[in-house]
């Protein structure tokens, strides 16, 4: 059952072996935590969000006949729990890059590079890439964080995607493209020069 595809699982699952639903479970649960944790920022609302989508998702596998769009169907349910949760609890504010310094300035995040001639190691350092990284992500408007998180996370095509969020192609490509450039802005390619002097 571990190499079944999702309309297998299903298959099995409807034909009352429950023990598919747990390997659907399994399959999906790190990709769509994560995407949930990242969306909402939150690990609380993270998990409650993620048991609410597979409740959905029990309740639906009975009558489920999608075949071939398990997982755009189980992204697009976590994605309207999300909307719904926003909508709740009102926009959270976004992470900033900027920091105040001392001055009362704006400090970029891009200050806790180490120090210039420091051979930090590679771990450490993509340790603190991606905790600039997440930081980054969290800043951008929703639909881009939306757009990027889909495609970067759950490894949806840019087609599932605009499918997903009921938009034309071009407009979830576009927010793709204005999510990378504001992520190279934000982070500059300090990062780069750094991970590839410890290659």
């Not at 298959?11 to 639903?21: D, E, I, L």
């Not at 075949?67 to 909307?83: D, E, H, M, S, V």
């Not at 995607?161 to 450039?181: E, K, V, Y």
Request: hydrophobic share 40%.
């Amino acid at each position: 059952m571990h190499r079944a595809t999702d309309d297998e699982l299903i298959a099995a699952f409807q034909a009352g072996r429950p023990q598919a639903f747990d390997r659907l479970l399994d399959r999906y649960q790190g990709p769509l935590f994560s995407y949930l944790l990242r969306m909402t920022g939150r690990r609380e609302s993270a998990e409650d969000l993620f048991q609410e989508t597979f409740l959905r998702v029990l309740r639906g596998l009975p009558g489920y006949e999608h075949r071939g769009q398990f997982k755009p169907w189980l992204y697009r349910l976590a994605t309207n729990l999300c909307i719904d949760f926003f909508r709740r609890e009102g926009r959270r504010p976004a992470v900033s890059l900027q920091r105040e310094d001392g001055e009362g300035e704006p400090a970029s995040l891009l200050g806790v590079l180490p120090a210039p001639g420091s051979r930090p190691d590679r771990a450490a350092l993509e340790a603190q890439f991606l905790s600039a990284l997440d930081a980054a992500v969290a800043r951008l408007p929703e639909m881009q964080r939306q757009v990027f998180l889909l495609r970067t996370v759950s490894e949806l095509s840019f087609r599932e995607i605009a499918d997903l969020l009921d938009c034309p192609l071009g407009t979830a490509l576009g927010r793709m493209h204005d999510a990378l450039g504001k992520l190279r802005q934000w982070l500059g390619d300090e990062w780069l020069e750094l991970l590839a002097e410890t290659e």
